[in-house]
């Protein structure tokens, strides 16, 4: 391994990339062992604060007397916990991590600066801490997506900003000569993410603007979160999964490119219809409806390439753990984004808007689509980093199809409930008291805890997984199926 | 607040719509929209080339690899 590099050597314009050498893949992911374990380790435990939060949330939704002395979780409160932990805790952390090891291979360097990355994943978890501690003591913002005090956001915007630079330092020392449509999907969600939040704070919490443009800025922003941070962090995934798994390039690198491009074009238009029926400029709401439908352009080429792609192979769905969850969230994705553009309809909308058909939606997206993508792609990058086979087949089998099933009955109960809740209030002549309508959805609530029971055992069994897996000690001479090498012979001297 | 708007958050989304432009033209001109079979490649090695399934669960025996197949 060359010697490391110092930062300031990184960030001199005249330093010559040529210098690098081209690394081979096991070096490569031996050097991002340190901050990616880091990462890692700080998702899966933000995995489970997360989860342990959502079933308090759920129970207290058809049975409100449920911890309803404890002011700490309070509905308003765990729920709003919940939400931060998973996105800002789990997802984040784990984006991270998927995103610098997805860099560092597809730039076939070593990676450079961990220290940039350790100082980052500090202070993203202090902040995120820091946050949610800030809204279980009853500090939220009360502003969706932003609700973590303004006391902890600076850390997070510290975090993102170091991330970025060592985004843009890798690419600039990257040996590829090409760029893969996965980096295209990185590098652009690191862009966009500070602008986002920097501009979201700036408007909504130190210097609020007035009136209906705080719920513009408001739904901008967390729409965008999705669509432009999420969404190609958890596409980058796909593109570099499936290929690689299968050991067969994507179907079509023209239609990846054209789906990049598209997105970029597309989604950042999209958030208003969020506001349909609001007091929002009507040519607003229209322009956010026309891009959720050009949306449909990107999203279709995306799924026809990956169907092409997988066609043929649909076998190693059974012998491999990462296709599985990669594919699994690559369908849902289609589904997901496509029933979201059908939910801008504004007749459609009268129907499912504040009901909990959305919630439906929005797990459909960010855990059957995303969290399975991230669950998928650690099956895949832990082994290579430990150089440790995972211990138990059987918890994998559990996570998986706990998680899946999970969150398809999840995903009916709130979309059929959700419908007929919709239809309930807009039908003032049958249900006049509006708590009649809360007593209908109640069936619908009880079978979502249900399904959080079940994901939540996949959850545990992922945990005790990985624990196991860090834990155990290598035995001498075995070798890794994942690897088809002898791990010891991988090692690289560092 | 609108000197924020004004002052920092109009000339940052112009900037930042600039530099989509720019991306959009370097790779353009740097080649990265020609030879799409190759940009689909590149993500394969000798070390793990195509043809060779690269994940599996635990216990599980793997395919001979696609280089003694040949």
């Not at chain 1, 449920?66 to 002011?71: A, I, Q, R, V, W």
């Not at chain 1, 913002?141 to 303004?150: C, D, G, K, V």
């Not at chain 1, 700036?202 to 443009?213: C, D």
Request: charged share 10%.
């Amino acid at each position: 391994m060359a010697s490391a590099p110092s930062l300031a050597d990184s960030l001199n314009p005249a330093a010559s990339p040529d210098t690098v050498s081209r690394a081979e893949l096991s070096e490569i992911d031996a050097s991002t062992k340190a901050p990616a374990l880091f990462f890692l380790i700080s998702s899966v435990l933000w995995l489970l604060v997360g989860t342990g939060l959502a079933l308090i949330s759920s129970f207290k939704m058809h049975n409100p007397e449920f911890l309803g002395n404890c002011e700490w979780l309070t509905f308003g409160r765990a729920r709003t916990a919940h939400l931060n932990s998973v996105i800002f805790g789990w997802s984040a952390n784990a984006a991270f991590m998927v995103a610098f090891w997805l860099m560092a291979r597809l730039s076939r360097s070593v990676l450079r600066h961990p220290a940039l990355l350790f100082i980052a994943g500090a202070a993203w978890n202090v902040g995120v801490t820091v946050g949610i501690f800030g809204i279980l003591r009853g500090d939220s913002t009360s502003i969706e997506w932003l609700e973590m005090p303004a006391y902890a956001t600076p850390l997070l915007f510290v975090a993102y900003a170091l991330v970025g630079a060592w985004a843009v330092i890798t690419f600039r020392f990257g040996k590829s000569q090409h760029i893969y449509v996965s980096q295209w999907y990185i590098l652009a969600a690191l862009f966009w993410f500070p602008w986002l939040y920097s501009i979201a704070q700036m408007m909504l919490i130190f210097e609020p603007a007035r009136g209906t443009v705080q719920a513009l800025v408001n739904w901008w922003f967390a729409h965008n979160v999705l669509g432009l941070w999420f969404t190609p962090l958890g596409l980058a995934a796909i593109y570099y999964f499936l290929p690689k798994v299968l050991g067969k390039p994507i179907h079509s690198y023209y239609l990846s490119v054209l789906g990049f491009w598209s997105l970029a074009i597309f989604y950042n238009w999209a958030g208003v219809h969020h506001l349909i029926g609001g007091p929002v400029p009507v040519w607003v709401q229209s322009a956010g409806i026309a891009a959720s439908f050009m949306m449909v352009i990107p999203v279709v080429v995306v799924a026809i390439n990956h169907h092409l792609t997988m066609v043929g192979s649909f076998g190693v769905l059974k012998s491999s753990p990462t296709l599985r969850f990669i594919v699994f969230g690559a369908v849902s994705y289609t589904i997901t984004s496509l029933q979201g553009s059908s939910m801008s309809i504004r007749s459609w909308n009268e129907l499912t808007h504040f009901t909990h058909y959305t919630v439906g939606h929005a797990h459909l997206g960010m855990y059957a689509f995303f969290s399975m993508v991230m669950f998928g792609a650690i099956y895949y990058i832990l082994p290579r980093l430990l150089l440790k086979e995972w211990p138990s087949a059987r918890l994998i089998s559990t996570h998986f199809w706990t998680a899946a099933i999970g969150i398809l009955i999840y995903f009916g109960a709130l979309s059929i409930g959700g419908i007929e809740q919709g239809a309930a209030m807009n039908d003032v002549e049958n249900y006049p008291a509006f708590l009649s309508i809360v007593e209908l959805t109640k069936k619908y609530l009880l079978v979502r805890s249900y399904a959080g029971i079940l994901m939540t055992v996949g959850h545990i069994a992922f945990a005790i997984n990985v624990t196991w897996m860090l834990l155990q000690p290598r035995v001498a001479g075995a070798t890794a199926p994942t690897l088809f090498r002898n791990p010891t012979a991988m090692e690289v001297a560092r | 607040m609108d000197w924020f708007f004004y002052a920092i958050a109009l000339p940052f989304s112009l900037l930042f719509l600039a530099s989509a432009v720019y991306a959009l033209y370097w790779a353009s001109r740097n080649g990265q929209l020609k030879e799409f079979e190759k940009g689909s490649a590149s993500i394969f090695d000798d070390e793990e080339p195509v043809g060779q399934p690269t994940d599996f669960f635990p216990g599980q025996q793997p395919p001979p690899p696609a280089v003694e197949r040949r």
